[in-house]
């Protein structure tokens, strides 16, 4: 690979690496959602299980993206400097809590809620040490990887709900907060960084937020709110909340696959002041 002033792409991290993004943050957004629910019994354990298995499988992915995985012990040795090392720490507490809630041990729904937000947000910080990827240090991206895991783990709750009515219409109320928040998160995050792109990742930036404004975003709440303002069939409801779930996560894991693989393109260098040999210094007028 040759470096130089214009931009290359990034390929230490892979898909591997952008399904612990992917997984990690809808799962945790999923557990977020169960425990902002109010659910209880058999489908309440099946979410907690469908959140631990996304967040488990998302780790899983990192562990096999490590070029000598038998040492990823070490990951738990920097919390104090790390955001990899604090998101290890907080996914086992995480999983902790979660998998006693599934076995209706106690209810630990407010613990779960703070350490599901705290695992996304973990995540968004990993890619923000990254400071020769523009996409990935803008201050933005933190905020919006971490509404974006929680928009997806909203739409697979809202399709559950779909099939499954019974918690607490807060929820379906905080996943369209959510959705709106990420779509306009999205429009900003590229206006910012198309102003400092070259034309070639400016298309894939182009291209990595469309789908979080059109059938990610605006078809989703269209779909959202339909059934709340006007008469359709029970049948009808159903399939457009579940769609409107199943868009919103799948457009949320297509953001998230883009940003690690296709618009991790290093600046480049940049060398405002060069060296200029055989020139005399001017004399001090004084």
Same mark, same amino acid.
């Not at 470096?3 to 690496?17: E, M």
């Not at 799962?27 to 907690?48: C, D, E, K, M, N």
């Not at 920097?78 to 599934?102: D, F, G, H, I, Q």
């Not at 975003?217 to 008469?231: I, Q, S």
């Given at each position: 690979?040759?470096?130089?002033?214009?931009?290359?792409?990034?390929?230490?991290?892979?898909?591997?690496?952008?399904?612990?993004?992917?997984? @990690?943050? $809808?799962?945790? !957004?999923? +557990?977020?959602?169960? =425990?902002?629910?109010?659910?209880? /019994?058999?489908?309440? *354990? #099946? %979410?907690?299980?469908?959140?631990?298995?996304?967040?488990?499988?998302?780790?899983?992915?990192?562990?096999?993206?490590?070029?000598?995985?038998w040492r990823a012990l070490n990951v738990f040795a920097n919390p104090r400097t790390s955001w990899m090392s604090r998101e290890a720490y907080v996914a086992v507490a995480l999983l902790l809590l979660c998998a006693l809630a599934a076995l209706q041990v106690a209810s630990?729904?407010?613990?779960?809620?703070?350490?599901?937000?705290?695992?996304?947000?973990?995540?968004?910080?990993?890619?923000?040490?990254?400071?020769?990827?523009?996409?990935?240090?803008?201050?933005?991206?933190?905020?919006?990887?971490?509404?974006? @895991?929680? $928009?997806?783990? !909203?739409? +697979?709750?809202?399709? =559950?709900?779909?099939?499954?009515? /019974?918690?607490?219409? *807060? #929820? %379906?109320?905080?996943?369209?907060?959510?959705?709106?928040?990420?779509?306009?998160?999205?429009?900003?995050?590229?206006?910012?960084?198309?102003?400092?792109?070259?034309?070639?990742?400016?298309?894939?930036?182009?291209?990595?937020?469309?789908?979080?404004?059109?059938?990610?975003?605006?078809?989703?709440?269209?779909?959202?709110?339909?059934?709340?303002?006007?008469?359709?069939?029970?049948?009808?409801?159903?399939?457009?909340?579940?769609?409107?779930?199943?868009?919103?996560?799948?457009?949320?894991?297509?953001?998230?696959?883009?940003?690690?693989?296709?618009?991790?393109?290093?600046?480049?260098?940049?060398?405002?002041?060069?060296?200029?040999?055989?020139?005399?210094?001017?004399?001090?007028?004084?």
């Amino acid at each position: 690979m040759s470096f130089g002033p214009n931009p290359w792409l990034q390929r230490s991290w892979d898909a591997r690496a952008a399904g612990n993004f992917m997984f @990690g943050g $809808a799962g945790a !957004g999923l +557990l977020a959602f169960t =425990a902002l629910s109010g659910w209880r /019994g058999p489908v309440a *354990t #099946a %979410l907690w299980l469908a959140g631990m298995a996304l967040v488990s499988g998302g780790l899983l992915l990192v562990w096999l993206e490590i070029g000598r995985p038998w040492r990823a012990l070490n990951v738990f040795a920097n919390p104090r400097t790390s955001w990899m090392s604090r998101e290890a720490y907080v996914a086992v507490a995480l999983l902790l809590l979660c998998a006693l809630a599934a076995l209706q041990v106690a209810s630990y729904a407010g613990p779960v809620a703070v350490l599901a937000l705290a695992f996304v947000y973990c995540q968004a910080r990993i890619l923000r040490q990254a400071r020769g990827i523009p996409a990935w240090r803008e201050p933005m991206t933190t905020p919006l990887v971490m509404i974006s @895991g929680l $928009a997806e783990g !909203g739409g +697979l709750f809202c399709a =559950a709900w779909a099939v499954a009515a /019974g918690g607490r219409p *807060t #929820a %379906l109320g905080a996943f369209a907060a959510a959705l709106l928040a990420r779509t306009l998160l999205a429009r900003m995050w590229r206006a910012r960084l198309a102003a400092a792109w070259s034309p070639r990742p400016r298309r894939t930036l182009e291209s990595t937020v469309a789908a979080l404004w059109h059938w990610g975003g605006l078809l989703p709440l269209a779909l959202l709110f339909a059934p709340a303002v006007l008469p359709l069939p029970d049948a009808v409801r159903v399939v457009a909340m579940a769609v409107a779930g199943v868009l919103a996560a799948a457009a949320g894991q297509r953001f998230k696959y883009l940003l690690v693989t296709r618009a991790a393109f290093n600046q480049g260098f940049a060398l405002t002041q060069l060296p200029v040999r055989g020139v005399r210094r001017a004399p001090n007028p004084s």
